[in-house]
């Protein structure tokens, strides 16, 4: 009976369903998208600076003290190598100095890096737009040898070739002194890493600032950003081992990057907001069909109450209407947004419009949805849920009808 009634106006059933089906389509395919930029934004930026997680000595991330350290990297690097969820790690080391060209001198972070696993761990090497990357050879102090950002290089007025001063201080106190030449220079795409870093072989950085073959970071690189809380955990039971005074601590891309965090809980609260206001107009259109099924068919509820149907029966029924139409749309809707989702998480969408904001989080290109149980699931069920309430109101209504007024109903 109830999939009776809801065919007797084609038109307005139709209309319906298609409303709820166009908002299930548009949660399926938005939220898709939201999560695949975030996913973009994350990998894209931990390659460039962060990785998905740091093992460094404790408090280095709020002052980064050039004395507080990893004492034996080789250590913490033999445990991090033995995960298999692990993609790739490297060792870096940090310094502030000034950096003096013939005309200019800006104060930057000098990092020591290892030419061979820093190329595996972030983006740095393919960044380079002139010249080339650092190589092993490159450990020799006697030819010392820099990348600088394209923006640092600009403002110092230097170019492939020329030298650079570093002076600083060193762990032990000492004087950090060096010239090295520009080898590279890189554009990331980020302009406060452009603008504030050079980077040298680790070798030659523990060389000149006393390191004893101490470094400041393990910087660890997953191979999918949901092995990171696993990699996290067991790092951090390893280290207990090798720490006994509790010195360092693992820190994921959230604690390394809480701007980033913050900027995607902003996004994903706006999205939300948008989504159920779509979501409260498909509950409208749903609840003003079926105001307009009960006054219109008031005399046939008298009928039926009168041969002895009960109002909670009719009530049912009602509710069951609405269920089969919200229902239909739904299918309809998380179907047609599936396939249209996985359609553009191959190909991808093109974002060259916006490359110059989402430069600033290393993405540029195309960006592709990422289509999961929870972004096909959670905006329909989220329409399923206020659709039926939506259609609650009307149902009830039915129960306070009298059998004799509703017959003369006109």
Request: some cysteine; charged content about 20%; aromatic content about 8%.
């Amino acid at each position: 009976m109830a999939w009776r009634n809801i065919w007797r106006n084609p038109r307005r059933t139709i209309l319906t369903i298609s409303a709820v089906a166009f908002a299930s389509i548009l949660l399926v395919f938005m939220l898709s998208f939201q999560f695949g930029s975030y996913d973009a934004m994350i990998n894209s930026s931990v390659k460039i600076q962060t990785g998905h997680l740091q093992i460094q000595a404790k408090g280095y991330q709020d002052k980064q003290s050039i004395q507080r350290v990893v004492p034996h990297p080789d250590e913490v690097g033999e445990i991090v190598n033995s995960l298999p969820e692990v993609d790739a790690y490297t060792f870096r080391a940090k310094a502030f100095s000034l950096v003096s060209s013939k005309e200019r001198t800006y104060g930057v972070v000098v990092t020591g890096i290892d030419p061979a696993g820093e190329a595996e761990v972030s983006t740095l090497k393919n960044s380079i737009r002139r010249g080339r990357y650092l190589s092993q050879d490159d450990q020799n102090r006697e030819s010392p040898q820099a990348l600088v950002g394209k923006l640092l290089a600009r403002n110092l007025r230097v170019g492939l070739g020329d030298e650079l001063t570093v002076l600083g201080q060193g762990r032990d106190g000492s004087i950090a002194a060096t010239v090295v030449k520009i080898k590279g220079i890189y554009s990331s795409g980020l302009d406060a890493f452009d603008r504030n870093a050079i980077h040298i072989p680790l070798k030659l950085f523990q060389d000149i600032y006393s390191m004893q073959g101490a470094v400041h970071q393990v910087v660890v690189v997953a191979k999918s950003l949901k092995d990171v809380s696993e990699i996290k955990k067991t790092v951090s039971a390893g280290i207990k081992n090798i720490d006994t005074k509790h010195f360092l601590t693992v820190l994921d891309w959230e604690a390394l990057m809480p701007g980033l965090r913050q900027a995607i809980e902003m996004d994903l609260v706006s999205g939300v907001i948008y989504y159920l206001i779509l979501i409260m107009v498909v509950a409208f259109s749903i609840l003003n069909t079926f105001l307009m099924a009960i006054f219109e068919r008031t005399q046939e509820f008298g009928v039926l109450m009168a041969i002895g149907t009960s109002p909670g029966r009719l009530t049912r029924l009602l509710l069951i209407e609405s269920l089969s139409m919200t229902m239909i749309g739904i299918i309809t809707g998380v179907v047609i947004g599936c396939l249209v989702t996985g359609y553009f998480q191959i190909h991808g969408i093109d974002i060259s419009g916006a490359s110059e904001l989402l430069g600033q989080y290393g993405i540029s290109g195309r960006l592709h949805p990422k289509l999961s149980l929870l972004s096909a699931t959670s905006g329909p069920a989220v329409v399923l849920m206020i659709t039926f309430l939506a259609a609650l109101y009307p149902a009830l209504k039915v129960r306070g009808l009298k059998p004799v007024e509703a017959l003369t109903y006109v």
